[in-house]
């Protein structure tokens, strides 16, 4: 079936069930039916995944209208049954265990995100940046499945991590999209196709690797995504162009620049 009539379909019974299957509890589940609705509605607008770890926040409002509705609805359908208490418990449990389940595997996720953060600071603190160096980071993964890891602060990470102190840089604001099924494996490769020019592709052609922002520029350098996609903001190959005469100046003023980027498997350091 498509998704189109499945939730027509469940709407529909919704509807029903809500106006038919008490007059007695009426009034109280159309006011928490619309009250879900109406809550809901501001979240139609943001492009999030309510099933995973970045998106369920936006649910935690929504849900105390939707819990309370499902409970009560749940409660009622079982009004004539002699035994409803029993049933009532044994459906309350199978959705209290079935959560329980799912949060398992959620802590699972960010246990994974836990490890490849220590994984990426371990290896910028063992390469030991200097006070002369500029370093820009790339290809950081933002989350592993919506369990963050760094977002836009692996500098300050660095700082409260680390005995490095501060390392000067910046971050550009494209990332590696990370399942837990990709941690460890390289998922792309860095290929200079003419000096200043760099290629990062991924190991399967067409693959959707990366996410952010489609195009970003700074003094020294350009990024662009390939193949971007507004919904979900990803992309397949990065071409980085770094501005030589920017590049130029910076050495003259006795600065080191490295561009740093972690690959999926470990972290890469490369000096312009």
Sequence with gaps: FRHEFIFVVCTTAIL???????????????????SYVCVAIPFTFLQFDPLTNSGERYAYTISVFFVLYLVMLIYVVLEK????????????????AGSVIQLYSK????????????????????????????VVFFALPDN?????????????????????????????????ELTVDQIGKRLFELKESSQGVYTFSPDLPE????????DYRTPLF???M?????????GTDIRLTIRPHVLELY??????????????????????
Aim: a positive charge.
């Design 16 to 34: 029903f069930l809500t106006h038919f299957v008490s007059r007695t509890h009426r009034r109280i589940l159309w006011f928490l039916l619309l």
């Design 81 to 96: 049954f002699s035994k409803r208490n029993v049933i009532f418990t044994g459906i309350l449990f199978v959705l209290i």
């Design 107 to 134: 802590i699972k996720i960010w246990h994974y995100a836990g490890q490849v953060r220590d994984t990426i600071i371990s290896q910028v603190e063992a390469f030991k940046f200097g006070d002369t160096d500029y």
């Design 144 to 176: 592993i499945e919506g369990a963050e890891v760094f977002r836009n602060a692996i500098q300050e990470t660095i700082v409260i991590e680390t005995d490095n102190g501060f390392v000067a840089g910046e971050r550009i604001p494209m990332y590696l």
């Design 207 to 214: 693959r959707r690797i990366f996410t952010g922002f489609y």
């Design 222 to 224: 350009r990024s662009r």
């Design 226 to 234: 390939d193949k971007f996609m507004a919904y979900g903001q990803s």
């Design 251 to 272: 050495k003259q003023q006795g600065k080191n620049v490295y561009l740093a980027y972690f690959d999926g498997e470990k972290m890469n350091f490369i000096e312009l």
